[in-house]
């Protein structure tokens, strides 16, 4: 297995918790600079057309959709590590709603926080940045109320399952730009109970796009 | 069972549309079916948000269980009726592999084809630019060109020789395309593509009842 990925970014980071959950450390994996634009490399377009990250490989396999990824890992990897999709039905369904959910989510993050790289100058306008803060605080009202039972061992979907491995990483990067955790006491806790599970922990960004110009974003949500 | 299952539809949405395919692929007909109109608003109706706290659409239950992210509801529907209908991930392991990705790519050609198809339903007139539009229709351009290379790699389906859930998530945008002019000269492949499936029983079955009598549009036609 082979893994380029980028700090900070949600669909990498959602790789490699699945990698450890499932217990397959020890892959080849190389980190590349997104300041850089190393993700515009020869060796990204080899893997992945798109020119994205992540770029994952098992054997001749590719998988560069975060999730499919993940799925994948899932469901070949079954009978090892932690199991990431629930049997029940309730929660199984559950589970897969609340992880789609999850890229609704980031979707919202990213038109606030990176606005200025989805519109280019010219384009961006008041009433749209307006529009997308608002969209967004009524998106993480309803993560509010998702997580309104939240304890350990209680996550999105009960136990920890694959809709917590592709949305841990977007309210890790909602924190870390600013956002209110005295506003979203759920989603604090969430984030506190889950921030030191071993596969969380071991794979933490050690850095975030210009967290420096950005870090502030989301704090007056 | 299908008795238990309701779906709340509108014609035409692909999202939709891949869930009624699944539900006929696994041979689960007879569920409580009721088609609802954009147009009207009907997706804001007290009925949906029930359901559907985000006012949209699909909204499907099964029992008390709710899912209407379509894609979810696509795998608990393989993942729940295994047993039953036809296999919808393939046992083989480069197969599914292919399958994941296909079908998640499937969000971002999605997402393109909105932002040239519906600009104008999602961004306000003061903010709309000819930069945004011209930088969109490229953006769409290069992504169908994309897919239309991914079927001179492999097929007949997405994943190779079995109809997966690749198939059932993209064949609607496929077939979204076409109905707004997309050249079949120029993209043979794709239009190979929307041939073999467009008479697939499951496909054929839940075809939007609206595309069958009206013409479509031309938009995508210079592509």
Known sequence: MSLLWGAGSPPCWRVMITLEEKKLQGYKHKLLSFEKEEHKSQEVLEINPRGQLPAFKHGDNIINESTGACLYLENQFKSQGNKLIPDSPAEQALMYQRMMEGLTLIEKLNLVVFYDLVAPEGERHDSAEKRNRENLVAELQLWESYLGNVAAGSYLAGAFSLADVVVFPNIAYAFRYGLSAERYPKMAKYYSLLKDRPSIKTTWPQQWYQIAQRSETLKDL | ?223
């Open chain 2, 1 to 223: 069972m299908a008795k238990d299952m309701t779906l709340l539809w509108a014609a035409g949405s692909p999202s939709c549309w891949r869930v009624m395919i699944a539900l006929e692929e696994k041979n689960l007909q007879g569920y409580k079916s009721k088609q609802l109109s954009f147009e009207k608003g009907e997706h804001k109706l007290k009925e949906v948000t029930d359901i559907n706290p985000r006012g949209q659409l699909p909204a499907f239950k099964h029992g008390n269980i709710v899912l209407n992210e379509s894609y979810g509801a696509c795998l608990y529907l393989e993942d729940q009726f295994k047993s039953q209908g036809n296999k919808l991930i393939p046992d083989n392991k480069a197969e599914s592999a292919l399958m994941y990705q296909r079908m998640f790519e499937g969000l971002t050609l999605f997402q393109k084809i909105a932002q040239v198809l519906f600009y104008n339903l999602f961004v306000p007139e003061n903010e709309r630019h000819d930069s945004a539009v011209k930088r969109n229709k490229d953006g769409l351009k290069a992504e169908v060109k994309l897919w239309e290379g991914y079927l001179q790699g492999t097929g007949p389906y997405l994943a190779g020789k079995n109809f997966s859930l690749a198939d059932v998530s993209v064949f609607p945008l496929i077939a979204l395309v076409f109905r707004f002019g997309l050249s079949v000269e120029h993209y043979p492949k794709l239009a190979a593509y929307y041939n073999t499936l467009k008479d697939r029983p499951s496909i054929k079955t839940t075809w939007p009842p609206n595309w069958k009598d009206t013409p479509g549009q031309d938009a995508l036609k210079d592509f």
